[in-house]
């Protein structure tokens, strides 16, 4: 059996110590392999005073798998690392490598049937201490990120500065330029990726021609410009063939005004705007005539709809445009084969203005004003504290879980999982009750509500009429304002709004 040997010291005094040294380790060591009739490799030796020495540990597995070590001996099971934590997921590792362990002086022999029973609960152990680590971690970010701290990769244009960003002289102005020529110049990503390569302007990493369509668009979309802290927005999970992977959180923790932005706030805002519009729309339907284009959708397969002109040739001109079913279009999919005449649509969104227009007339509702009034920063902050209170209401409960967790291995008594307890109920009390109270009373009418629902529906009817300028204007605010248009295969049209607390375009 090939065998690896380590021998560790903390000082260079202890390294000369007869009952310590590295070369009295080795003497034991090489005794207890020959003794056994292994064949000693060889014997790692470092010396480590505090600290972590995870470096050495690291070197020691890479050293077990590209040798193909069967059984890796120490003198002491302590000359291994200086705490049992790191022993124990050490162990782990070894396991996972397909090599065992053996331990002197300790009489710990995990070569033997014996030893691997115990191999298997030191695992169980260090598999434990694994999870309770990650989670003190996990626990650890999301603190410094409620506190405003700074998390995560630096972002291009900033440079740390303590526990949070100061703006970088020389990449900020590159920002604002990505940003003014996608807002102001309508570049899109792959285009300002190419201007940027060919200007010669370095990226993330000080090498030029490195910029690319991706990198544009995650520039365009983070928060960090606007001054904001976001946490959680994307966490690793671990599938069923144990490989980890990237995944969108469910519930990002966004911590506003934490440091100096470069981005302000309107240009910001328009910037996510142009984003979900471009988004919604998607591919070729940015450059569609039709006014819906991106927000059609069948009603029998939920599949979203495309237009093409079918039926009976028209004596005035060509056949009458018609929303019909993609998934019945190009893959003969969707049974009921759902079609509905351009027209009827845009009839249906014209009356569900008019139905708003009407509604808001006989009363203002909080939602009318949140709705049409986005662009106003009084409004926008009330949407955002009222997004935050429904986003910490859903975090509750999962945090009711952990603490149950914690309780049943140990991490807390009963008297602290019912404290615990008895603040999140309390939490989760005082927001249903701030929720409750947003939702109920009607905000005061500006007056400026009724005006923009009929600049909409204004310019919704010169853009039907065929007016370029109007369609330009009016597209992005339908984007805005609406969440889906679905048909029913009786031409039934159904126009629903987005979440009205959705301030960056969720529906």
């Known amino acids: ?26 003497a034991r060591i090489e005794e207890y392999a020959a003794a056994h009739g292994w064949e000693l490799v060889d014997v790692f030796s470092y010396v480590r005073s505090g600290g972590s020495n995870q470096k050495e540990l690291q070197q020691i597995l890479d050293r077990v798998r590209r040798d193909r070590i069967a059984c890796v001996c120490v003198m002491e099971l302590d000359r291994l690392a200086r705490d049992m934590v790191s022993t124990l997921l050490f162990l782990e590792e070894l396991h996972q490598a397909g090599a065992r362990f053996v331990s002197v002086s300790d ?10 029973l115990q191999m298997h609960i030191l695992a169980t152990f260090a598999m434990f201490f694994r999870r309770q680590l990650s989670r003190k971690v996990k626990a650890g970010k999301l603190e410094r990120a409620k506190a405003g701290k700074r998390d995560g990769e630096r972002p291009f244009g900033y440079q740390p500065s303590g526990d949070t960003w100061a703006i970088d002289p020389n990449e900020a102005p590159i920002v604002h330029q990505v940003f003014h020529w996608y807002l102001h110049e309508d570049m899109g990503f792959r285009a300002i990726a190419k201007r940027l390569n060919e200007q010669r302007v370095p990226g993330q990493k000080g090498r030029t021609g490195t910029w690319d369509a991706r990198t544009v668009e995650r520039m365009l979309r983070r928060e960090a410009y606007a001054g904001d802290t976001v946490h959680g927005k994307w966490i690793w999970h671990r599938g069923r063939d144990g490989r980890s992977h990237l995944e969108r959180g469910q519930n990002p923790l966004i911590v506003p005004d934490t440091h100096p932005a470069i981005i302000d706030r309107p240009t910001w805002d328009a910037a996510q705007q142009r984003l979900a519009v471009k988004a919604a729309l998607g591919g070729k339907s940015q450059n569609s005539p039709y006014l819906l284009s991106g927000l059609v959708q069948c009603g029998a397969c939920g599949t979203a709809m495309v237009v093409v002109r079918t039926g009976a040739r028209r004596k005035d001109g060509p056949r009458a445009p018609q929303y019909l079913c993609r998934a019945y279009h190009t893959k003969g999919l969707c049974s009921t084969a759902t079609r509905t005449p351009v027209a009827i649509v845009e009839e249906a969104v014209h009356m569900q203005l ?40 859903a975090e509750i409960p999962a945090m009711l879980a952990r603490a149950e967790e914690a309780m049943l291995q140990g991490v807390y008594d009963i008297a602290q999982f019912r404290r615990v307890r008895e603040r999140l109920d309390a939490e989760a009390h005082t927001i249903a009750v701030e929720l409750e109270a947003a939702t109920t009373v009607a905000p005061t009418d500006d007056g400026r509500v009724l005006p923009q629902i009929q600049h909409v529906r204004d310019l919704y009817a010169a853009a039907r009429q065929g007016d370029p300028t109007a369609r330009e204007h009016v597209r992005p605010l339908l984007q805005r304002l609406i969440a889906l248009v679905q048909c029913q295969p009786d031409h039934t049209v159904d126009v629903r709004w987005r979440n009205p607390d959705s301030s960056h375009g969720g529906s």
């Open 354 to 393: 008019t139905r708003e227009y009407q509604a808001v007339r006989r009363r203002v509702r909080p939602e009318h004003v949140t709705r049409w009034l986005t662009d106003d920063p009084a409004v926008r902050s009330q949407a955002d504290a009222l997004h935050r209170l429904r986003q910490r209401a």
């Open 107 to 116: 009489n710990l022999d995990l070569t033997s049937p014996e030893g691997e």
């Open 1 to 26: 059996m090939r065998v690896l040997g380590v021998a560790r010291v903390s000082t260079q005094e202890q390294a000369k110590d007869d009952h310590y040294s590295l070369i009295y380790q080795r």
